[in-house]
Structures are given as structure tokens and as C-alpha cells.
């Protein structure tokens, strides 16, 4: 079959496409990104009629999905991990409920925080909704892991999640395909009441649920953990997902002297974790993200046998893993370059030059003045840069759509005017529902609407309120003479800072909308523009 | 065979095409290949890395181990430094010597260069220059790149043909270009050697 030289999160989108998918639901958010984009420029899933528009958020995007799987087609739903929390209704509910088409949400954990909030290991979320987890560790796992897992969805009519980490979603390697196969036809559920979760019907799905753990476990036992025997038994091994690679990274020759439990799979396999305690004098636990596995296997009161891992301080108890962290919890040598000179400065990420939100900030901050700092709540995207140097021109990046609701709290409380900054499509993703709150209340606060036109920092997606912000705002029951929009340009600042000055002093809910494109997605679009005038 | 890469520069500098142009190389070459990439907030103008593993045989980790990296390639000068405690001590440095300046503390570039100069093994080249000489100020990296094709294992031809299909869609003009600026950087190196 075709090789191909795919990042983890495209082998898991061109899993899908082979497997059969009818249509992937996503908002953007990194490191998950890429699958959907993949499918979205993919000439086969654009044959198949494959849909692949952009959900408003991550609940709107498992909720589609799970209509589609109950229509009996297969579907794929993808988000950041973060994004499984706004997610975690439809998701936890959809356990009980059960698929009928074959249904897997994919959540991309971010350990390190490269591009996140926090490093929540999404692990947890698939234990806590009883459904089985797969968990690659490398790229063609992956792949192979994404057909296997809507087989065991339709056989047991249960979603199931894939849970990735970043290194694996951002990481290139070859990958071999299978024989793609055909869409499933529409067929409906077989207990047209099967998704009614009514307390009495609930209940019953929640036990079925619970009968189900042990085939899931059984499933676990079979298929993609594998156990691996070493002759000296004073040290076991659990390594889950990738860290299995960086594990043996350090055993160049792959001789490993000790019992390697290689887990990719979850419920835990109980016969391999028994095997692995019952043979070893101690046992090692390799994890990116939370000490999951280690806690489960420790207990409480850890009494029995010594495990180590993030716990114990082997391993560090943040962070991503790497080769040389799981070589030193080894007690291996490990190898070091030289210090980086005392010269080198950090580089932050930075806004980019000719920004709109840099005439946006530079407007409201000199706005602002006479109120004093510390009253401006914003969200997540570019614009959340706002916070460093040279602009600090925020004071808080909590959960997207925060900024409206945080800021009509502290108005609340009495600190007026408070002020909310938020993008575009953050506003359409959850920052809607806050502003009915405000409106409602009539609260004393001003948000400010980044409207660059575009998904900004996830590099670029279109953005669902495009051209429709102002008109939702008024829908919400702004009032029209508070919702002033402006284009925010440097020579447009003297007549930009009058309308934050005025509006700042309203006493009610005002929506100021600086509109500009983002200048990277401009720029993108001129040379698309030029490439075809050149070609005619 | 086995070359453990690191690729520097700042987001927005388009180190991910070096990366296109050696992988689809080495898979040309039949070789194994790992690459992981850095994409979200770091690409608005933060420092960037992708580690880049090459090998006859099959490859475990996506990271390179600390210390073990052959080389790092760098489009800018002082993100070459960054990466330091990944190289190995035989290990190379192959850098362009033109500053990104978007921090208001960037040191001076001669320190930066008098700093590169303490490495044992080090390439470094006005890639700028030597693309904008040639018309096509868009194939610095393609400069970089011909830099350090003498230290990566794999044939030249196999390069030259990467760029011919990678570029594929841009006409014989952006191909011949980019060549002759892979060609120029290594004909530096060898000078160098």
C-alpha cells in the first residue's frame, strides 16, 4: 500500500477519510488543528463529499458528530484539550447514550504548554465517561488505532476517544495505508429511544454502560498493549503512549533487560498490570501529561509496591517527557551539550507588524488612562499577546469567552468601567451567551470585539461570525447607538480613541468592533489573489 | 546512517521548507525519517525549532536526546546559540549571519558572531547577501540549506530534485533560483572546509 509522510495528526486524519467517515466536526485549536485542515484540502474527501466545515465551538462540533453517528454514519470529532471541557456535556452524555455509527473524538494534549492554558491530561475525561481510549505512539499507531477504534465503536455502539499529545500531532514519519472503505449508509438506531435520556431510560443505558466496562477491558487486553519480557525482574516498566519511544531511545540495540509493558490502550489491561507486579521488585511509570497510570497503580495509601514516576520526583511532575528526563529516571548518564550563551535573549511570540489589534490596544489603553490599570479582562487569541510588552494592555486570559462574563462580575462588584476584549471568533465559539447575560442586567461594562475577519492564531480559519458580528450584538439586545465599529488604523487613532473615550463613560453594555483583517491572513490572500492574475 | 538535525530560526522565517526539501530527500534516499515541527503561538514571531532525525534504521523518539544532535541549522544568527545544549561536541553549527530583530534587547551582532565563533565546528554565511546578489532574495534558506549539504549524508542530486518537486508548481524560474542559491551555499562550505 502507498506510504506516506504524514504528521501524527494528518495519519489520523487520513485514517478517517480510509475508515470510512461521512464528516469531521472541529473548532481550531492547537495542537488538533491539522486534522481537520487535512481533510478539508484533501481532493479524496472532497470526492467522498466528506464534511469538513468548521464548528462554532467544540460542543456544537460533538454534537453534530453524534447526530451523524445517529444517523449510522461514522464521524470523527476533533478538538485541543481544553476544548474537550466545553465539549464535556455532549461528551459524557454520549457515553450513556452510546454511537450507532462508529464515533471517535480525538483530544490533543498540550504537556509543556507550548500553546496553551494548561497541561490537563484528557485521559481522565475518557475514564471518567467509561469509554475505551486509544493512545497512540507514533504515527502509524495512529493511523492503524483510527480504523480499529470505529470498529470497536460500531461493535459496541460506544464512542471512543483517541487522546495524542502535542509531539505526536507536530511530528512527521511515514506511514503505510490501508484499503479505504466504503461510507456506511444511513440507518437509524435499532431502540429508536436508545438517545432519549430520560431518568428511566438513562438508567438502563447507564448499566449497560457499566456491563460493558469488562468487554472494554477485554478489548484492552487483545489488542494494542503489548508486553514485552526482560530477564532482570528488580524494575517493571509501564510506558504509556510516546514515552514508550523515549524509553527505547535509550536502548539503541532495543534490548531492554527489563519487563516493558507498553500501553496504548485503556481500560488498563488488568492482566498485564497484575503480570508486570507480580514479577517485578519495582515498577517505573512513563506518562506525558498526568501521573494517571501511576496514581491508579499506587493507591492512596501506597502500600504495596514501589512505583515511581512523577509522583516520587523520578520524573518531573510537569512537563513533557523527552529522552533524556525517562534515560535519568533510569539512572543512566546522560549526555549534555554546552549552556546556551548568557547572550541569547528570549524571543516571545510578539503581535506582527501592521497588526489591527496594535492600533486597537494603543486606542484603548490611552482610553483607559484616567480610569487607572487593571480593568481590562480578554480571552484567548492573538490579541491575548496584549499582555507582554510593550502594550501589558490586559489583565486576565482565563477560558474563551472569559472576558465578557469575568468583566460583568467585576462590574458586579462595583469596578466601573470594566472592560472585555475579545476576537471574533472566540466571541461566536462562547462569548455570545455572556453577552445576553450582560444585556439582560444591563450591566455597566464595554466589550471590545477584535474583528480581524479570521481564526487568527491557529493560523488562519475561517471565522463564524464573519460579517455577522454587529447584527448578533444587536440580536442580543445591544443597544444600536452603543455598537460603534471602527477600523483601527494609526491615522484613524485621535477619532478611535473618542469612541472608547465615550463609550467607556456610558453607563450600560457597549460594543466597540475595531474591524481589520489580520494582516498575515491579508497578505495570504493578495499572493493567492496575484498567483492567479499572473496565470491568466 | 544517522543525522540528527536541528532546524533554528523565528517564526515566520519558513524553516519547515529546509525541512521539506531534506525529507523528501532522504525519503528519496530510502532513509528513515522523524520531524517534529513547531506550529501555534510560537509562530507569531517567537523562536522556533523542528528536530529532524534521519537514519538507516528505524527511528524511536520524535526529540533528539540533549547533546547528541550533528548539527544545527539556523536562518538567524542568534537562535543558533539557543539550541547549544542539544549539540553534540563534534556536532556543527551551519548559520546565516543576518539578524531578525524584533526584541528591543538583541544583542550586538558582532557578540553573536564572536559567540558562534567558540564552537568548535561552524559554518557561517551571509545568505541575504548572497541570495539578493543572485536576484531571488526569497532563497536565503535555500542558501542555508546548500551550506549544509556537505555535512548531511545525503547526495546533492537528491536535493536539487526536492526542490525541483517541491516547487513543482512555481515554474522553471523559482526552481532554477532556488538551486543555484543550494548550489552557492555549498560551494561557501567547501571553501570553508
Known amino acids: ?536 | 546512517m544517522k543525522k540528527d538535525i536541528i532546524l533554528a530560526g523565528v517564526g515566520g522565517q519558513g524553516i519547515l521548507s529546509i525541512a521539506a526539501i531534506i525529507g523528501l530527500a532522504a525519503v528519496e534516499a530510502g532513509l528513515y525519517l522523524k520531524q517534529a515541527e513547531v506550529h501555534g503561538m510560537s509562530q507569531r514571531g517567537g523562536d522556533v525549532q523542528s528536530h529532524l532525525r534521519l537514519s538507516d534504521k528505524e527511528i524511536a523518539s520524535d526529540l533528539i536526546p540533549e547533546g547528541k544532535a550533528d548539527m544545527i541549522i539556523s536562518v538567524e544568527p542568534m537562535e543558533s546559540l539557543r539550541y547549544l545544549p542539544m549539540l553534540s561536541p563534534d556536532g556543527w553549527v551551519i548559520t546565516n549571519t543576518k539578524p531578525f530583530i524584533n526584541i528591543p534587547n538583541y544583542p550586538a551582532i558582532e557578540h553573536v558572531i564572536a559567540e558562534i565563533g567558540k564552537v568548535k565546528r561552524h559554518i557561517i554565511i551571509d545568505a541575504d547577501l548572497i541570495a539578493n546578489d543572485i536576484g531571488s532574495p526569497k532563497s536565503a534558506n535555500m542558501v542555508i540549506l546548500g551550506a549544509a549539504s556537505p555535512f548531511l549524508d545525503i547526495e546533492f542530486g537528491k536535493l536539487e530534485n526536492a526542490i525541483r518537486f517541491l516547487f513543482r508548481k512555481k515554474g522553471d524560474e523559482v526552481i532554477n533560483k532556488n538551486i543555484e542559491a543550494l548550489n552557492l551555499g555549498r560551494k561557501h562550505s567547501e571553501k570553508m572546509l
Not at chain 1, 487535512?38 to 469538513?52: L, V
Open chain 1, 1 to 536: 500500500m502507498q506510504k506516506l509522510l504524514l504528521l501524527g495528526d494528518e495519519a489520523i486524519a487520513q485514517a478517517a477519510i480510509d475508515a470510512g467517515i461521512s464528516g469531521i466536526y472541529a473548532y481550531p485549536g492547537t495542537p488538533s488543528t491539522e486534522i481537520t485542515e487535512y481533510i478539508q484540502h484533501s481532493k479524496e474527501a472532497k470526492e467522498k463529499k466528506i464534511k469538513s466545515t468548521w464548528s462554532s465551538n467544540e460542543k456544537t462540533a460533538a454534537e453534530a458528530a453524534l447526530g451523524m453517528s445517529y444517523a449510522g454514519k461514522r464521524t470523527m470529532v476533533c478538538m485541543k484539550h481544553v476544548g474537550l471541557n466545553v465539549a464535556a456535556d455532549s461528551f459524557v452524555n454520549a457515553a450513556v447514550t452510546g454511537a450507532n455509527g462508529g464515533i471517535i473524538y480525538v483530544s490533543a494534549d498540550d504537556p509543556s504548554m507550548h500553546s496553551s492554558q494548561n497541561e490537563q491530561d484528557s485521559r481522565f475525561f475518557g475514564k471518567f465517561a467509561l469509554i475505551p481510549i486509544l493512545e497512540p505512539s507514533n504515527q502509524q499507531e495512529a493511523y492503524d488505532m483510527v480504523h480499529y477504534g470505529f470498529e470497536i465503536s460500531e461493535r459496541y455502539k460506544t464512542p471512543v476517544m483517541m487522546r495524542i499529545t502535542t509531539r505526536l500531532a507536530h511530528s512527521r514519519a511515514g506511514v503505510v495505508r490501508k484499503q479505504a472503505r466504503a461510507q456506511n449508509e444511513i440507518k437509524l438506531p435499532e431502540d429508536l429511544r436508545q438517545f432519549v435520556l430520560l431518568p428511566a431510560i438513562a438508567r438502563k443505558r447507564y448499566k449497560l454502560l457499566l456491563d460493558n466496562q469488562i468487554k472494554f477491558e477485554k478489548e484492552s487486553q487483545e489488542n494494542f498493549n503489548h508486553y514485552f519480557d526482560g530477564n532482570d525482574k528488580s524494575l517493571g516498566i509501564i510506558a504509556c503512549g510516546i514515552a514508550y519511544n523515549y524509553l527505547i531511545e535509550n536502548y539503541p540495540d532495543r534490548n531492554i533487560p527489563y519487563p516493558v509493558l507498553k500501553l496504548n490502550q485503556y481500560p488498563l489491561p488488568r492482566n498485564y498490570v497484575t503480570k508486570i507486579i507480580n514479577e517485578c521488585k519495582e515498577i517505573l511509570v512513563l506518562e506525558d501529561g498526568y501521573p494517571m497510570v501511576e496514581e491508579l497503580i499506587k493507591g492512596y495509601l501506597s502500600i504495596g509496591l514501589k512505583i515511581r514516576g512523577r509522583l516520587d520526583g523520578s520524573i518531573p511532575r510537569d512537563g513533557e517527557l523527552n529522552p533524556n528526563i525517562v534515560a535519568k529516571s533510569l539512572g543512566m548518564a546522560v549526555s549534555v551539550g554546552k549552556d546556551i550563551p548568557a547572550l541569547v535573549a528570549a524571543r516571545p511570540p510578539s503581535l506582527c507588524k501592521g497588526c489591527p489589534h496594535i492600533d486597537s490596544y494603543a486606542a484603548l489603553t490611552e482610553a483607559l488612562e484616567p480610569y487607572g490599570k487593571g480593568r481590562v479582562f480578554s480571552d484567548i487569541g492573538c490579541y491575548t499577546l496584549g499582555a507582554l510588552k510593550p502594550y501589558e494592555a490586559i489583565n486576565s486570559c482565563v477560558d474563551m469567552g472569559a472576558s465578557i462574563t469575568m468583566a460583568k462580575g467585576a462590574a458586579d462588584a462595583g469596578m466601573v468601567p470594566a472592560v472585555a476584549v475579545i476576537g471574533d471568533s472566540t466571541f461566536t465559539h462562547s462569548g455570545m451567551t455572556g453577552l445576553l447575560d450582560a444585556v439582560n442586567d444591563k450591566s455597566n461594562i464595554t466589550v471590545v470585539i477584535l474583528d480581524n475577519s479570521t481564526t487568527g492564531m491557529t493560523g488562519g480559519q475561517d471565522s463564524a461570525g464573519f460579517e455577522k458580528i454587529e447584527f448578533i450584538c444587536r440580536g442580543l439586545g445591544v443597544e444600536e447607538e452603543h455598537i460603534r465599529i471602527l477600523k483601527p488604523i494609526h491615522n484613524k487613532h485621535e477619532e478611535n480613541l473618542k469612541i472608547f473615550k465615550d463609550e467607556l463613560a456610558y453607563n450600560g453594555v457597549s460594543v466597540i468592533i475595531p474591524r481589520r483583517e489580520c494582516i498575515v491572513a491579508l497578505s495570504k490572500r493578495m499572493r493567492v489573489k496575484f498567483a492567479q492574475k499572473d496565470k491568466k
